[in-house]
């Protein structure tokens, strides 16, 4: 999937560092950055289930939420700031089940992970997790 996402990279997309299949056993892809990509574009509109970020520029933060949201996806996201009001605002806009602030790819098994939109229904982990495998029945006599 990802060898195939960068091969249909538009014209105006630009992959800055990896993109290479690494030489050994398996489906191991070097860690990859693509620039100049654009919201309606398939790497952008896709899960992509390997080491790529896409970079897209934005002026402001209204500007920046708004592609963030405009995925039908919403796995996780995460937000790098110094600024807590902006990673707070960010927190409530992003569709995701799982937002990180200034981290990413960390989770505890105390807190529920799961998708929203069409990454997924449910969560793992946790009492909230545990509920989703549960049919709660109230029986009045």
């Known amino acids: 999937m990802v060898r195939g996402l960068l091969e249909r990279l538009p ?3 630009e992959v800055v560092t990896g993109g290479v299949v690494l030489d050994r056993p398996g ?7 693509v ?19 896409t970079v897209q520029p934005f002026a402001d933060e209204s500007e920046a939420f708004q592609p963030a949201g405009g995925v039908p996806q ?13 990673a707070m605002r960010a927190s409530r806009v992003l569709r995701a089940g799982i937002v ?5 790819g960390t989770t505890v098994s105390e807190m529920p992970h799961g998708g929203v939109r069409h990454s997924g229904y449910g969560s793992g982990f946790s009492l909230t997790g545990l509920l989703d495998y549960t049919l709660v029945k109230h029986v009045m006599l």
């Open 11 to 13: 014209g105006h997309a």
């Open 27 to 33: 489906y191991f892809h070097q860690a990859t950055v």
């Open 35 to 53: 620039a100049g990509v654009r919201q309606e574009g398939e790497i952008v509109r896709s899960e992509v289930s390997g080491p790529v970020v």
């Open 74 to 86: 919403g796995l996780a996201a995460s937000v790098w700031t110094r600024d807590h009001d902006r």
């Open 100 to 104: 990180w602030v200034n981290t990413h």
